[in-house]
């Protein structure tokens, strides 16, 4: 309903238009008793020639009602499914980071795409069709107590049956719509799994498993399907019979009141045609169903997005430009369902002008540990402050303006170079600003040799450039920003040694002014910082500069020396 609302003049339109549509059914409706008697039976000429101008009329009523109904529904119906999607859109990108952990990416695309679509069809196109339907149903019965009640009250006896065949199929739609809905999504999640990783599928000769996978899960959203479809016909079948015992009774009673004196021949066409039409009524009732149930299974996984709570968000505390003072008291963190800390007990500080590498083996706790940082992650226990306070006192959006981050997973669009590198909140930085965090990134030298320059489109997650090139071009991005805290993880991990290189002095005119925090995998990276963060399990086993881990002989020598042997080797 909430959504309906800025739509109320649209949908109040497409109502006028079917009121008249079944005004204009009942209408004919009336019409056929007196074109029997008048014309066939008393053969009454002048009324002979009234009568098609009076049918051509109605029909343009109609045909201008119908016109109205159908396209301010589909306004609103269409206008709807934008607003869920974009809501839906928004919401996701205001949700804790865990909500990303739980759920992958296809099934949110899902939501936004399918669900969407559906929900509005229920509410819409299903509501359109159920009342047209009903008003439809309802001026033919209309009809029908006009032409004789009798007749028309035998035949309402029927009612009872269709309306609990419907609540029937309604429960079994409803059954089965569910189970519909997540078995797409488990199919798309197949595909996009096995086609993401083609490269692997390929090497270990995976695609008959694929394949195999595949097949077993359309196998079983087809099988779903054709319940549904059974369903349908089964319902439709059996309202179509109920109808022609309707009719069957009809005949049988408008015969005795015909005997009677009580019918004439056009009120029994009158009574038949309002019958035969209000047969397709029902069926279209019935089939209605389908749809309805769906944008109900999809109301469900859509408003539970659309429900969901916000990232907190309560800071007041003012910030323009943060000193960078960043210190961990007894951070613990945990995942959901996880019995084991993914963080335990993390203390240090980290200032302005330093830089703090954090190392360990995989699974150690290191990207969770700066996640928490721009609060992408809270902290189970513990405390985090910047500048002496605590993150939670600052709004989210001041905190992470403080932040530059280059991360594993590159994130680029597909856009131009310039695009790319002036994101978000840095798109209004000149072209000189741009250039020179490209030089400073070691960029400008591949950006040069590009068709268009800094104007090249580089394609869907810059699917045009190599994996090198995409990290620079995210170091670019955070050097613009000129954040007072710089967040490395791995992040010249996809660049060769001598790019490394050029990228680690650049990064080194940034360090005077700045708190930076630096994952690392290779610690030949990490010699010059002036502290080492060592994490084993999620606790923090060692801290120090690289010549004081050495001399102790403890867990950072022991990884130091195995790289140094690999390395030799």
Known sequence: MGFTRPYRGVLLVAMVGM??????????????????????????????????????????????????SDLFMAKAGRGIARDMRVGAMAKYLRLPGLRFDSEPVP????????DSDQ????????????????????????????????????????????????????????????????????????????????????????????????????????RLNLKVEATRSISS????????????????????????????????????LAMMAIIPALKQLTNVQGMLQRGIVSADRLFAVLDAEDEPDSGQRPLQRTQGVLEFRAVQARYPGQTQAALSRISFIARPGTVTAIVGRSGSGKSTLVKLIPRFYEPESGQILLDGHALNDYPLAALRRQVAMVGQQVMLFDGSVVRN???????????????????????????????????????????????GQRQRLAIARAMLKD???????????????????????????????????????????????????VLDEGRLVEQGTHVELLARGGLYAHLHAMQFREAGT
């Open 19 to 68: 009121l008249l549509e079944g005004a204009a059914a009942g209408a004919f409706g009336l019409l056929t008793k007196p074109m029997v008697d008048e014309t066939f039976v008393a053969r009454n000429q002048e009324f002979s020639l009234l009568m098609p101008l009076a049918i051509v009329g109605i029909f343009v009523v109609r045909g201008v009602a119908g016109y109205l």
């Open 107 to 114: 099934s949110m695309l899902v939501r936004l795409g399918s």
């Open 119 to 222: 929900v509005a069809q229920a509410a819409i196109d299903s509501a359109k069709v159920m009342l047209q339907q009903s008003l439809q149903v309802i001026s033919m019965l209309a009809v029908m107590l006009y032409a004789s009640w009798r007749v028309t009250f035998v035949v309402l006896l029927l009612a009872p049956a269709i309306a609990w065949l419907m609540d029937k199929v309604g429960k079994r739609y409803r059954r089965f719509g569910h189970r519909v809905q997540e078995s797409a999504t488990e199919l798309m999640l197949a595909a996009d799994q096995a086609l993401s990783n083609q490269q692997e599928v390929k090497v270990y000769g995976a695609q008959a498993v694929e394949m195999q996978r595949y097949s077993s899960l359309a196998n079983e959203y087809l």
């Open 237 to 272: 079948a059996v309202v179509q019979l109920t109808g022609a015992v309707g009719l069957a009774l009809m005949l049988f009673f408008a015969g005795r009141e015909a005997m009677e004196g009580r019918l004439t021949a056009g009120g029994f066409v009158q009574l038949m």
């Open 421 to 467: 590198v002036a994101y978000g909140e840095l798109q209004q930085a000149d072209a000189d600003a741009v250039a020179r965090a490209l030089r400073a990134a070691n960029a400008m030298e591949f950006v040069n040799q590009l068709p268009e320059g800094v104007d090249t489109h580089i394609g869907a997650k810059g699917g045009k450039l190599s994996g």
């Open 483 to 533: 954040a007072p805290i710089l967040i490395l993880d791995e992040a010249t991990a996809a660049l060769d040694n001598e790019s490394e290189r050029l990228v680690q002095e650049a990064l080194a005119t940034l360090i005077p002014d700045r708190t930076t925090l630096v994952i690392a995998h290779r610690l030949s990276t990490v010699e010059h910082a002036d502290q080492v963060l």
